[in-house]
């Protein structure tokens, strides 16, 4: 798999011309910045449709890879590179398709030298995949290893080298071939999403796919395999995603019946990873809609999880009852004080809500009440733009012994395996050129917190569900606040992440971000529960519960009706991608020339 590896990590259009001799690093080198000033430069980040470039908040994030490919790129370029070669590719597929041998396509679309060893050998590898040796297949494979799988189960695209799940399901997803061809149906779905690939060709690999799969469940020795629980269960993500309503309630009954028929979901295959991937799913799918799971802690659905470890600190959430304070001398969250106080009374008080009984009694109701409102007016007169002050100890402790946790607002965590002594400029260290910035400027994870902290404060206080608090503007407001804070920051802080999210996406569904915060949430607790199960089963469990008290124990969801979740294929027909800036144009100027020389 070291073909693979380098798949997840080298790019295709390096320079290798000006590099001297002895060195055993490539750039990635980027198009020159098309903005005008004075915002030239920005293009390189990704931005939200009709957000404005912050300079005081746009961090370059610095990284060293072991193989010394990719020493010292900024992993938000080297995650905006691939998409854009990804996507420039596919442009030149779709129009002159299967006509063009791959490597000369890819050296002619980038104009670029051959590819290295590495690109050579998986090109070579590639055929021997189980799936039509097309050009658009290969080209979908390339997408899934270098950009979509690097946000299956890590918030900020860089998954960590040591993680068991990413070890098993890279194999997995591009070994087994009815899990592959459902990795090139979701492929296919994010790149008709950006506009890339036709709506006819999606909707060939959907054909395919149900063709595939629907053969491999009337096989009475292969209907509840593992290749069939992991295809399913990958399946009821791209229809949430991208599908019709319809087609999501087929996948989801099925599942269940599956289960069923299986006799239980305590190991689905992946030694256990598929039971945690089907559970997230299933907690997520209703966490986003309001509603109840169809099997998490569902009585025939039991899951048990023998191994227990430690809690990591930026897995700390209010929705987490016994762990420790967030207002802690001792935390190495980097948050502020007013941050830190916010968290803990939004824990006291979801805790509150989360331990009543069944049928409470007056007293407890007032009680919690008074709780809320004593909550909604501290929170209320903390101050919405606080700043934070980064001691340099802070920025410079090793991983190993500080956590995954212990990395500054704006800082990228070290990955494992890195090493730290490698040579920098002299006079400079790695918060050079951000301490000064981050000083001043506001803390925006303190805007979230407040924000969502007063949306929890109010539901609870009119108790009503969380949907009917946050308005679009609301979303709109703490979406942009956390998106500028950048996904490294949140991996440190996964915990208020997931709880931040819950809040305010289900009412972002009729938005351009809609798809972006369903992904967002799935990544997010499919790095908490792929590391530690029991944090994520507990923050689920406390939040479902949550909800259900606010809507009143009601379900919100048909009698008949499989679940209240609904596909997003509508609304991603409506806006299409939320990143409009970063993808180059549809059809190359080349194309557009010769279609008139043909005139």
């Not at 980027?30 to 961090?59: C, I, K, V």
């Not at 997520?284 to 430690?310: C, K, N, Q, S």
């Not at 008290?549 to 609904?566: C, E, I, K, N």
Request: charged share 20%.
């Amino acid at each position: 798999m070291d073909t693979v590896h380098d798949a997840l990590l080298q790019v295709e259009g390096q320079q290798a011309a000006g590099k001297p001799s002895g060195t055993t690093s490539t750039a990635v080198q980027l198009p020159s910045p098309a903005l005008p000033p004075p915002h030239r430069g920005w293009n390189r980040y990704f931005l939200m449709h009709g957000q404005t470039p912050d300079a005081e908040r746009l961090l370059r994030l610095r990284f060293r890879d072991k193989t010394g490919v990719l020493a010292g790129q900024d992993i938000i370029e080297l995650l905006q590179y691939i998409l854009k070669t990804r996507l420039r590719v596919t442009n030149s597929i779709v129009k002159d398709e299967w006509q063009i041998d791959g490597a000369h396509l890819l050296r002619a679309t980038q104009e670029a030298s051959p590819p290295g060893v590495s690109l050579s050998r998986f090109d070579d590898e590639i055929r021997y995949l189980p799936m039509a040796p097309t050009q658009m297949n290969k080209e979908l494979v390339r997408t899934h290893l270098q950009l979509m799988s690097r946000f299956k189960a890590s918030l900020d695209g860089s998954p960590r080298p040591n993680n068991r799940f990413m070890k098993r399901w890279i194999p997995y997803s591009i070994q087994d071939p009815l899990v592959l061809h459902v990795v090139l149906c979701s492929t296919a779905s994010f790149l008709n999403e950006t506009g890339r690939v036709p709506k006819v060709m999606l909707l060939h690999h959907r054909q395919t796919v149900m063709r595939m799969l629907n053969e491999h469940l009337a096989h009475p020795h292969m209907c509840t395999d593992d290749s069939a629980m992991l295809a399913v269960a990958q399946m009821i993500l791209t229809s949430w995603y991208w599908g019709g309503t319809e087609e999501l309630h087929a996948h989801m009954a099925g599942f269940k019946r599956m289960v069923q028929m299986r006799g239980s979901i305590q190991n689905l295959g992946m030694e256990g990873y598929t039971s945690k991937v089907a559970l997230i799913d299933d907690f997520v799918i209703a966490l986003a809609h309001e509603t109840e799971p169809l099997m998490f802690l569902e009585p025939g659905f039991e899951f048990y999880d023998p191994f227990r470890v430690p809690l990591q600190v930026n897995f700390n959430s209010p929705l987490l009852f016994d762990c420790p304070p967030f207002l802690s001398p001792a935390s190495s969250l980097q948050l502020h004080p007013h941050t830190a106080q916010i968290l803990d009374d939004v824990r006291t008080l979801t805790k509150a809500v989360v331990q009543l009984p069944e049928q409470p009694s007056d007293d407890e109701l007032d009680s919690l009440y008074s709780t809320a409102t004593s909550v909604l007016l501290a929170v209320g007169h903390v101050p919405e733009d606080v700043t934070m002050r980064l001691s340099p100890a802070a920025t410079s402790q090793p991983d190993a012994a500080a956590g995954p946790a212990s990395t500054a607002p704006g800082l990228k965590r070290k990955r494992q395996g890195d090493d730290s002594s490698a040579p920098r400029k002299a006079g400079t260290n790695e918060a050079d050129g951000r301490s000064a910035v981050l000083e001043e400027a506001p803390d925006l994870v303190h805007r979230c917190v407040r924000a969502t902290a007063l949306i929890y404060c109010q539901a609870i206080v009119q108790r009503e569900p969380t949907s009917r608090v946050c308005s679009e503007t609301d979303f709109a407001r703490i979406w942009g606040w956390a998106w500028t804070v950048g996904l490294d920051r949140w991996s440190s802080l996964s915990g208020i992440f997931a709880w931040m999210m819950i809040a305010i996406l289900a009412s972002s569904h009729q938005s351009v971000h809609s798809r972006m915060t369903k992904t967002l949430l799935v990544t997010a607790f499919m790095y908490i529960g792929t590391e530690n199960w029991h944090v994520a089963e507990d923050t689920a469990a406390a939040a479902l519960k949550l909800q259900r008290w606010l809507r009143g124990g009601q379900s919100f969801r048909d009698a008949g009706v499989v679940s209240a979740a609904f596909g997003g294929e509508s609304i991603i027909e409506r806006y299409g991608f939320a990143f409009k800036d970063a993808m180059p144009e549809v059809v190359p100027q080349l194309f557009d020339d010769e279609s008139e020389a043909a005139d």
